[in-house]
């Protein structure tokens, strides 16, 4: 099972419908700088107006079922941000959504582990 080390990230950016997930991950942080978005264009809306700004070594967990036009796959191959980014999700027994991430080149970590 994959691991993420979040302390070696300057920041996090965590997309994901419920805000219950949202401060889960902020609970595991200890200084880095925080971003969490709850719907598809509030997160591209930031994307778009800080994709060149100072967020560091940024690492971007995005749940694939976003309960929006796009699933957090499509997210990540669609803002290129697959080699920052963990796909969590309670999917992690869909073949074709695994089957999916691994083309992509995203890492897939089940939301039961964290």
């Known amino acids: 099972m994959p691991s993420i080390d979040l302390s070696a990230r300057d920041s996090v950016i965590v997309i994901d419908d419920s805000i ?3 401060d889960l991950w902020r609970s595991k942080l200890k200084s880095q700088k925080f971003f969490a978005f709850s719907r598809v264009d509030e ?8 994709e060149s700004a100072d967020i560091g070594d940024a690492i ?16 990540i191959e669609k803002h290129s941000i697959a080699g920052k980014s963990v796909l969590v999700t309670t999917e992690f027994d869909d073949q074709s959504m695994l089957t999916r ?12 582990m964290y």
């Open 101 to 112: 991430a691994t083309w992509v080149g995203v890492k897939v970590m089940p939301k039961a």
């Open 43 to 50: 997160f591209e809306k930031w994307f778009e107006s800080n």
């Open 60 to 75: 971007y967990l995005v749940d694939y079922d976003l309960n929006d036009s796009i699933s957090g796959i499509d997210l």
């Open 20 to 22: 219950s997930i949202h």
